[in-house]
Every structure is written in structure tokens, then in C-alpha cells.
């Protein structure tokens, strides 16, 4: 399984060129990861199709929230 992130690293945040990142800099990916960032799972096996999942931070709780879309349930085919 492959995971493809749509935009985490665009704004150079993640980036080991720019060195460390800045106190607002920090700020802005904290609030990043708790909205959440949509990602695609891809699977090696063709009979899977690519799904869309939404990764998000709970900061407070240090939990990590991995969301199917609304109209698939985990645990389904």
C-alpha cells in the first residue's frame, strides 16, 4: 500500500533544505494537520481500487483520526 499526500509538503514546511521551521511556520502546520489533508491509498494488488481518506491530528489527545469518505464503511468491500 502506497499513500500519495495532496499537499502537505507544497509550501516547503517539511522541506530539510529550508531548515527549521519558524514558530508561525509551526503554528500554520499544526492547524493544517487538524483540518486534515485528503489523501489517496493506492494498493498493489489491481483488484483494489485507489481510495480517498482523510488523515487528521487531534493535538489535545495526540490522536490520529484516518476517515474513509461518507459513502464507504470501514469494514465493507
Avoid: D
Avoid at 25 to 30: F, G, H, W
Avoid at 39 to 64: D, G, H, N
Wanted: include cysteine.
Amino acid at each position: 500500500m502506497a499513500v500519495a499526500a495532496g499537499g502537505l509538503f507544497h509550501n516547503g514546511l517539511l522541506n530539510p533544505q529550508h531548515g527549521v521551521p519558524s514558530e508561525p511556520q509551526i503554528a500554520e502546520l499544526c492547524r493544517s494537520l487538524e483540518v486534515g489533508t485528503v489523501m489517496t491509498v493506492f494498493y498493489s494488488k489491481k483488484s483494489q481500487r485507489p481510495e480517498r481518506r482523510t488523515l487528521q491530528v487531534k493535538l489535545e489527545t495526540r490522536q490520529i483520526i484516518w476517515n474513509r469518505g461518507a459513502e464507504k464503511v470501514e469494514g465493507e468491500n
